[in-house]
């Protein structure tokens, strides 16, 4: 099989205008970084399908000025009796690079194709290949692209009007646990576990919690409707005595019943003494509150829709 090392791996996005911010957040949470274009370059392996942000990955196999280059390069893959397919991936506007047209694009497939000393399949290939023109260069490697895993989980048996969307709980999910190796978490206010799906679908290590017996019911059913496992009690934040990495906490509310100022302090004052992060999602300030209990902001940014806004804390 192949045998060329991996250099690095190119990202390419997309958002919503409303979610610019989030996908900016969730950037940084994930690569410590954050770019204004639609790829992002880093040494980091993600999978695509994590983010509902990231389009596609390209494992960089190499990179060159011309495509005669990477033509030559191909010619030397060994792809042990694999079919192959080759995508070139600017079939819309990438960096400041405009789209390449379709005529073109397939001329660039067709040189790199030929090169490679195996069966091209052009409906299912066991290997994709893609290339990139971006910042003046060629790069060649592995395609991989991302499915939009959280769009499976729109439709749930239990469903709340106030309830975060998929594609927001799957970004904060990603902020709140980057690398989820070894890490604990908690959504101690889950509500019918919009957070918790996305989270465990993701194989992340959390539980659910909730004051509310018949949302915790919803939870459950949510959870094991998408072929999902995850433990979801019944109890109040204030009075769990467990120990957690970070904690998600979308904060309580709807429209027929305001919850104190207290209580959400209770709640913030609970979560510094579970949990060593909190990811906090308001729609009312809170900075005041998060700093009174020693948390400190790291980041943040607004959501938006419409006009309707939330804000997105992390805080350590």
């Known amino acids: ?121 052009l409906y299912n290939p066991e290997i994709a290949f893609g290339i990139v023109w971006h910042k003046e260069r060629w790069y060649f490697g592995y395609y991989v692209e991302g499915e939009a895993v959280w769009l499976k989980h729109q439709q749930k048996p239990e469903m709340y009007s106030t309830a975060l969307s998929t594609r927001v709980a799957r970004a904060i999910a990603n902020i709140a646990i980057p690398d989820p190796a070894s890490v604990k978490a908690i959504d101690p206010c889950c509500g019918i576990g919009t957070v918790l799906v996305e989270a465990l679908s993701m194989n992340m290590n959390i539980v659910g919690r909730d004051i509310n017996p018949l949302v915790v019911k919803g939870a459950r059913t949510n959870i094991a409707h998408f072929g999902l496992h995850g433990d979801v009690q019944k109890g109040d934040i204030t009075q769990n005595t467990d120990s957690y990495d970070v904690a998600i906490i979308d904060m309580p509310y709807n429209l027929f019943t305001h919850i104190s100022t207290d209580s959400q302090f209770a709640i913030i004052k609970a979560a510094r003494r579970i949990a060593t992060k909190v990811v906090l999602v308001t729609i009312e300030t809170m900075d005041d509150f998060v700093n009174e209990v020693g948390f400190t902001i790291i980041d943040r940014c607004v959501v938006k829709k419409g006009t309707f806004e939330r804000q997105v804390l992390v805080c350590e």
């Open 1 to 121: 099989m192949l045998k060329q090392q991996v250099s690095s791996y190119l990202y390419t996005y997309a958002w919503q205008n409303d979610e610019e911010e989030l996908c900016k957040l969730e950037m940084r949470a994930l690569f410590s970084f954050d770019v204004a274009s639609n790829i992002l370059q880093s040494p980091r392996k993600i999978e695509p399908s994590r983010s509902p942000f990231i389009r596609s990955r390209l494992d960089v196999l190499y990179e060159a000025n011309e495509i005669s280059e990477i033509a030559h390069f191909a010619r030397s893959l060994d792809l042990d009796g694999a079919t192959f397919k080759v995508f070139c991936l600017n079939k819309f506007a990438i960096g400041d690079i405009e789209k390449i047209q379709q005529h073109a694009r397939q001329q660039v497939e067709r040189e790199i194709g030929l090169n490679i000393q195996a069966e091209p399949d």
